[in-house]
């Protein structure tokens, strides 16, 4: 690629960082962040970037600044926010849609059936932990009713939470399960059974969309599981495991 060609995605990424550094009342760039913008690692430390702050310290912040969240009527039916579990040090951010019955009363992101079948392909299918390897979230963080797709309001209600979730982050590769998580990062409409296995692009970060375990489990052929398993291979190869 050509070092001209990179330009409009760095300028969008220094722009991201710029304003993720404002929410957080910095009022100069920290001398010791570092921002990798795809520049050697000698230019790169003269940069900026939160990967090496305090992750956890800034998504509590995030949490915080959620509050008890009333800002879209999913509010009304929850039972708790379903912020998103795991390590925020972690390489690999999973962003599904939204909490299910499970997830709304224990307050974590899938832990229902179709939570263990995203464990299992974690940790068996994948080979890592998926506490310490590994980020999961949702787009919206309290549960529709009746199991519904978040509406287009809720998700933009919701969404600049997930995005300073990512900011805080910011790993190496990001995976969307399924279409509305793979939508609402890419910004339009994604026919998932086209797209999965193709890699995109979320703020500099990489983006593989896939199924969502959901999905699998209703559509549980051995293509299917083939399909997942081959895009999570892909995964692996870019976290260099
Ligand atoms: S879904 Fe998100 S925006 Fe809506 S009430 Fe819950 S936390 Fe707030």
Request: aromatic share 6%; charged share 30%; with cysteine.
């Amino acid at each position: 690629m050509k070092p001209s060609s990179k330009r409009p995605a760095l300028l969008r990424e220094l722009k991201n960082y710029l304003l993720f550094l404002k929410d957080y009342g910095y009022t100069e760039i920290p001398q010791q962040m570092e921002l990798n913008l795809g520049a050697s690692k000698e230019t790169s430390k003269r940069v900026l970037s939160p990967s090496t702050q305090n992750k956890p310290g800034l998504l509590q912040e995030v949490r915080e600044e959620l509050g008890d969240c009333t800002r879209c009527r999913l509010s009304e039916g929850r039972n708790k926010i379903v912020f998103g579990s795991g390590n925020p040090n972690a390489d690999l951010v999973f962003v599904g849609e939204g909490p299910g019955k499970d997830e709304d009363e224990q307050g974590f992101p899938f832990v229902g059936r179709a939570g263990k079948k995203l464990t299992e392909i974690i940790e068996k299918g994948m080979g890592l932990n998926r506490e310490q390897d590994t980020y999961i979230c949702n787009i919206v963080k309290c549960r529709p009713p009746g199991n519904r797709d978040p509406e287009a309001d809720e998700i933009a209600a919701c969404k600049p939470f997930l995005l300073k979730q990512l900011q805080v982050i910011r790993p190496k590769v990001i995976v969307a399960l399924g279409k509305p998580a793979s939508s609402t990062l890419l910004g339009r409409n994604v026919p998932i059974t086209k797209e999965r296995g193709t890699w995109h692009e979320f703020e500099g970060i990489k983006l593989m969309l896939t199924f969502h375990p959901a999905y699998l489990l209703r559509f549980y052929t051995l293509e299917n599981r083939k399909a997942v398993h081959d895009d999570m291979k892909k995964v692996l190869e870019v976290l260099g495991k």
